[in-house]
């Protein structure tokens, strides 16, 4: 029987090149695997059975999808995506539900540090916790030649620039139907802040973000009346893009990108990266590009420590000023130390290899009992009616909006680019699996 990879992506600009890496690997096993949007996958769940499913998130209210794969004999996996950066350990794993957890055969880490959290965190009888890294850094190394080819068409566009990303999620949120709506107030909500530690520790990060939002606006009209360089700002894909077009409309130094490309093409693309508290320091850095942590509101309680390892850290505007009027790029940003440090928070840091690591896993585990499934048909049917409802009816367009944002849609021909820049296109099949949802394996 064909043995079957099932791979829900949220963020298609941070996710879909990882994604298709592990693809591949896999289909050198064998594997036939289905990717796309983690929605497309809740809807046609009725197509996931007797397979493998490396799912992104854990909270109580999937605890039903989790039981009903478990049902269809699936094994499951876990990815925390946002596991990497920790300011506290049960900040970062406030929303896995240890019922939902439980349904999980293995749990894959970013590396000790993140292992050791949840074992503090999390209590289980068997070892589920392996420590191989993330696909994300596989690619930095694995696919660069594909980013570098996104990064000269950019370049062709936009000549030299200053690359600025952001990490405002928490206080430039994208906009909700409901007018009232509060970081803090909708964690509590939904359960994930439960006590009030974890609560002032939030409201701290609320803070902080909304102090460095206002002084980042600070620098960049200031540099902007200053200097003409371009500066191109790649807001973060939960944020509210219109919030940066109004206060940035005057400047025409500056410019807000909001597209679906990797931001590990941006990187390459750019000078140099400017951001802050944010995973995409570390991409820069082991992309061997120039990144500044730019803190000016201090605040160590809430600050994350792999940026600060693999960057310049700088804490006021003007010295950050200064920086990019007098930029070298032969300058020396980073401790020497930096690879040294990272190990305990990656555990693919010198080898590249967590995609090899993750599916030599899945393969040692087989399902040992197939369940047929004879309700295909009857469920598309319900699929069609939901879809046709929801379309006259629902007038919540929220989520939807959202997830267009994260994600838009995914076509043969990206993933087809993808692949030509990693191996021979020839050797793979990929297909349209259902509507959204994209199939890779060898021919």
Known sequence: MEKKLFLPIEIKKRELPSKVYLSLIAAKKGYSTILGHKSRFLKFQHYLTNGNIIIKSLPKKDIEY????????????????????SFDDHFTHRMIN????????????????????MKKIFVRNDDYLLEVGNPRIDVLIQLKKFFQYEAESIKKKFGNFIL???????????????????????????????????????????????????????????????????????????????????????????????????????ILASEFLISNNCTTLLEAHLLGKKCINFIPFQDQKVEYEIPKIVSKNIRSIDEMIDLCNNFQDQSNFNDLNSRNKLNSYLSNIEYFNSSEKIIDVIDSNKNNI??????????????????????????????????????????????????????????YNVTIYKSGLINIKLK
């Open 98 to 117: 240890s019922n939902a957890l439980n349904f999980v055969d293995k749990a894959f880490t970013w590396g000790k540090e993140q292992t050791n959290s």
């Open 370 to 427: 197939i369940i047929k499934n004879y309700s295909r048909f009857y469920n598309d049917a319900l699929v069609f009616f939901r879809d046709t409802k929801r379309k006259l009816f629902n007038k919540d367009n929220f989520m939807k909006n959202l997830s267009n944002q994260k994600f838009a849609n995914i076509s043969i021909s990206e993933v087809q680019d993808i692949i030509k820049n990693i191996d021979d296109l020839n050797k």
């Open 66 to 85: 989790l039981k009903n794969l478990k049902k269809k004999n699936n094994n499951i996996y876990y990815i925390h995506e946002e596991g990497l950066m």
């Open 164 to 266: 600025v990303t952001t990490k405002y999620g928490k206080i430039n949120f994208f906009p909700r139907d409901d007018k009232s709506f509060n970081y803090i107030s909708n964690q509590i909500k939904k359960g994930y802040i439960r006590d009030k530690y974890s609560e002032d520790l939030g409201r701290r990060s609320v803070e902080h973000e909304k102090k460095n939002l206002d002084l980042y606006l600070v620098f960049l009209k200031k540099y902007s009346k200053l200097n003409k360089k371009l500066i191109i700002l790649r807001p973060h894909p939960g944020e509210n893009f219109e919030f940066w077009n109004k206060e940035l409309k005057e400047y025409n130094n500056i410019k807000v990108i909001q597209d679906h490309q990797s931001t590990n093409s941006w």
